[in-house]
């Protein structure tokens, strides 16, 4: 019997090596391009070793991701995407059927992305005057900033292969928060720029682009 469409999809053939953390942080980054997303669920027992749940808030997000990303190659393995069985706490405790079991899951709750909004709003300032200081030269190389501690370059690189030309990723030592990408033409960086500009690699960073300095 086929499952019907849901707001929470079950990702698995993933890779078993990747330590927990960095797994919900990754698929965050790669999911979250489709729609907000309440949680992301993934366990290191013995059982669910190689799975994940990502929780979107609405169904069309959560099918849109699992036809875009079915057999993406994720940490070198294709995921394998459907939509979950049974309903997410997150979505029973929205809907007001939740039943709570002896261990309760962390509640992300819907406030999560505003302050966020509220630190863009405060640093809108500062946007202005970058926008203001001359048109940017197009430039095959981008610069990212305002990248969380915790980015590394697999992470990135998941993120920008997904466009055509995709050549590299290049961390700078010693600064967790800026990176370069680099690509074939001036276009197709451009175009990975546009789709990028502002992205949540994680809950709270927005990513910035700008074409690195010639």
Avoid: C, W
């Avoid at 899951?105 to 926008?131: I, T």
């Avoid at 203001?132 to 030269?137: F, N, R, T």
């Amino acid at each position: 019997m086929e499952i019907p469409p849901n707001q929470t999809i079950y990702v698995n053939n993933l890779n078993e090596k990747i330590k927990k953390e960095e797994l919900k942080r990754s698929l965050y980054a790669i999911f979250s391009q489709f729609g907000a997303i309440l949680d992301v669920v993934a366990m290191k027992t013995l059982k669910m070793r190689g799975q994940a749940f990502v929780v979107f808030r609405d169904i069309g997000s959560a099918t849109n991701a699992l036809r875009s990303m079915q057999g993406f190659p994720f940490y070198d393995k294709p995921m394998r995407i459907q939509f979950a069985r049974s309903k997410s706490d997150v979505v029973s405790k929205q809907d007001g059927t939740f039943v709570e079991r002896k261990r309760e899951k962390r509640k992300p709750d819907e406030d999560k992305p505003k302050p966020s909004k509220k630190k863009a709003a405060e640093g809108g300032g500062q946007r202005q005057p970058q926008q203001k200081s001359g048109p940017e030269l197009p430039n095959k190389i981008l610069f990212l900033t305002n990248l969380p501690e915790e980015t590394s370059d697999k992470m990135l690189e998941m993120l920008f292969k997904q466009f055509p030309g995709f050549k590299e990723v290049r961390l700078v030592p010693g600064r967790h928060d800026i990176a370069f990408v680099e690509f074939d033409l001036e276009l197709q960086a451009g175009q990975a720029k546009e789709a990028l500009q502002g992205f949540k690699i994680s809950p709270t960073n927005a990513m910035k682009i700008t074409y690195a300095k010639k």
